[in-house]
């Protein structure tokens, strides 16, 4: 999981560590389908990418947005970890509450569509951190050998309390493992993800099927900062200095 932003003496680092160092949850048999807005709203509220993110907001909104972006790639890996089927959906309307254990923070996720393509729409209150809403469609499912691929855009706003706010879009695609694979994690993520703020920065983030990542966030005409290595072995985001 994506689960660490660390400051460096030499430059600015957000790091989100191995993936596939870990799964959350267990695996499930066809028997036991995975709640996918009850996945989704767990995964929403681990915040602690938005907390740290807090910090960076003032004087430093390039490194805030990558952390940003590494709570939707946290929350992109957990909402598909385990899932090796079509996972159960809600009745259209209902509204799921989720309040976390470990926080003040609450989500709320209403299913809003079932076909072509399931639909949500969520909304995450964290006192004295941010508010985050958003929606997520499942667009389509397919098993190919062993493997189930699932792609699930999402759109993200996120309004800290001190007025910073920042938007991501992505465009990522899962695949789980039916079978246990010694060494490999049983959950991969990829695809794209567009980052913006009220900072004037903007983002692209890339990541490859292998678990390499790549992107940069830039000010203007000049490169901000870019992300660097493998979901497997820990992201970078490396701030350049002015």
């Known amino acids: 999981m994506l689960n660490n932003i660390l400051r460096k003496i030499i430059g600015v680092a957000v790091v989100a560590g191995g993936a596939a160092v870990a799964t959350a949850g267990a695996r499930y048999a066809g028997s036991k389908r995975i709640n996918a807005a009850q996945r989704l709203g767990e995964a929403l509220l681990d915040i602690s990418r938005l907390d740290e993110a807090s910090r960076y907001t003032e ?4 490194a805030a947005l990558a952390a940003c972006a590494a709570y939707l790639i946290n929350v992109a890996h957990q909402a598909a970890s385990g899932i090796t089927g079509p996972p159960a959906i809600d009745a259209m309307g209902f509204e799921r509450k989720i309040k976390s254990e470990r926080s003040d923070a609450t989500v709320t996720v209403i299913t809003t569509a079932h076909e072509p393509e399931a639909r949500w729409q969520f909304d995450v209150d964290a006192p004295g951190i941010a508010r985050i809403s958003g929606s997520r469609r499942l667009k389509s499912s397919r098993f190919t050998g062993p493997k189930v691929h699932m792609q699930t855009p999402d759109t993200i706003s996120i309004r800290f309390d001190n007025g910073y706010f920042a938007s991501i879009e ?10 246990a694979v010694p060494l490999k994690p049983s959950t991969q993520v990829f695809g794209s993800a567009s980052l913006s703020d009220n900072r004037g920065n903007v983002g692209r983030m890339k990541i490859d099927p292998n678990g390499e990542v790549t992107g940069t966030v ?11 290595g493998t979901l497997g072995e820990g992201v970078t985001f490396r701030q350049y200095n002015a």
């Not at 004087?59 to 390039?62: G, L």
């Not at 992505?170 to 079978?179: A, I, K, R, W």
């Not at 830039?218 to 660097?228: D, K, L, N, Q, V």
């Open 170 to 179: 992505s465009d990522l695609e899962f695949s789980g493992n039916l079978l």
């Open 59 to 62: 004087s430093e909104s390039e």
């Open 218 to 228: 830039t000010r203007g005409s000049e490169i901000a900062g870019r992300f660097e």
